[in-house]
C-alpha cells in the first residue's frame, strides 16, 4: 500500500470539495476501497473519511417514501423496523450479500458505489480498460464466468457486485448527492450506474467529488416483494445471477454493469404476459462470452420463477 495523507470531514459539503482535488477518494466503512488500496489497483494519495458525518439515519419521507442516510450501515439498513415491514425486498437483498462483519462496516452509500469484482480488474498483470483506458478486456476471451450478459460492450463485461443496489432498483428512488458548494441534486437510482460503453472507467453520473447524502426509496409497491439469489456456495459469495421483485416492478444483478431494471418483462407481464414470457423477452438480447453462456437461461428460469412467486 502506497503512502497517502487522511482527514476527517466535517460536513458534508467540505468532503465533496476535499474529493474533488485530483488524487483525493472518499472513504466511510472502506470494506471495498482498502482491498484495492492493498492491490495497488487504487493509489489515493488522500483519503477523505466520512464516516462520522450525521447521515446514518432511517425516515419515512411525507409522501410515502423512506429516506436512508448514505452513512447508515448494510446491518442497520437490514434490520430497520421500517424496511423490514415496507421493503421487505431490501433487507433480504442486503442479508444475501457479503458477511455479518461486512455489513456491520459496510455504508449504503458505499456500497452503490462499490467497483466490480473483476478478476482481471483485480490483477495488475492483466488487461483492463476499467483499471487502465485503451489497454483492453482480457475477460472478452478469458475465465469469464460470473461476467455480464446484459448491456455489455468490447470494452468490458464486467458486473456489478451490489445485491442491495438491485432490492433498492426494483422498487424505485433516488439518491441525493451533494458538490463542494453544498448544492444537492435528485439523481434517479435507475440512473446512477452508467452501462460500460467504450468508458468503463466512468460508473456512475456523479461529478468529481460529489458526495451521496442520502437514498430516498419510493413508496413500496402494491404486490409482493422477493429477492432471490442464484450463487456457488449459500454464504459469502458473490451471485451468479439475482432477482428482485417489488410488485410489478422487478430488477436483476449480476448479469450487467448496473443493476438492471427488468422493463421489459414489466411491460410483458403489465400486457398480460406469463411469468415465461415475461422473463423470455428480457432475456432476447443477452449476450454470452462462453464461459457466461449458461447464465442466460439460467437467469431466464430465475425471474420467471421470482415473478411468478415461487421461493423455493
Request: glycine share 12%; hydrophobic share 45%; proline share 7%.
Amino acid at each position: 500500500m502506497r503512502a497517502f495523507t487522511y482527514e476527517r470531514a466535517g460536513d458534508a459539503a467540505g468532503a465533496a470539495r476535499a474529493a474533488a482535488r485530483p488524487g483525493a477518494k472518499l472513504i466511510a466503512g472502506g470494506t471495498n476501497l482498502i482491498d484495492l488500496m492493498k492491490l495497488e489497483i487504487e493509489t489515493p494519495t488522500h483519503l477523505v473519511d466520512v464516516s462520522r458525518l450525521p447521515l446514518a439515519g432511517i425516515e419515512p419521507t411525507p409522501d410515502g417514501g423512506l429516506r436512508i442516510g448514505a452513512m447508515a450501515t448494510n446491518t442497520a439498513l437490514a434490520v430497520h423496523p421500517q424496511v423490514r415491514a415496507r421493503y421487505p425486498v431490501v433487507a433480504q437483498a442486503v442479508l444475501a450479500g457479503a458477511s455479518g462483519q461486512l455489513r456491520n462496516k459496510a455504508t449504503v452509500g458505499g456500497n452503490l458505489l462499490q467497483r466490480t469484482r473483476c478478476g482481471y480488474f483485480y490483477d495488475p498483470a492483466k488487461p483492463c480498460n476499467k483499471r487502465e483506458p485503451g489497454a483492453g478486456c482480457a475477460a472478452l476471451e478469458g475465465f469469464n464466468r460470473m461476467h455480464a450478459i446484459l448491456g455489455a460492450s468490447e470494452a468490458c463485461i464486467a458486473t456489478h457486485p451490489s445485491d442491495m443496489a438491485v432490492g433498492m432498483t426494483a422498487v424505485g428512488g433516488r439518491v441525493e448527492p451533494v458538490d463542494g458548494e453544498g448544492r444537492t441534486r435528485a439523481l434517479p437510482l435507475s440512473e446512477l450506474h452508467r452501462l460500460p460503453g467504450d468508458t468503463p472507467q466512468v460508473e456512475t453520473a456523479l461529478a468529481p467529488g460529489e458526495l451521496i447524502t442520502a437514498v430516498v426509496l419510493d413508496p413500496p409497491p402494491a404486490g409482493r416483494q422477493l429477492y432471490r439469489k442464484v450463487r456457488d456456495r449459500a454464504s459469502y459469495a458473490f451471485g451468479l445471477a439475482s432477482v428482485a421483485v417489488a410488485g410489478g416492478q422487478a430488477a436483476l444483478g449480476a448479469v450487467a454493469h448496473r443493476p438492471w431494471r427488468a422493463t421489459t418483462a414489466e411491460a410483458a407481464l403489465a400486457g398480460g404476459a406469463s411469468p415465461d414470457e415475461a422473463a423470455a423477452a428480457e432475456l432476447a438480447p443477452a449476450q454470452g462470452r462462453g464461459g457466461n453462456d449458461f447464465k442466460i437461461p439460467l437467469t431466464r428460469r430465475l425471474l420467471a420463477a421470482a415473478l411468478a412467486g415461487e421461493n423455493a
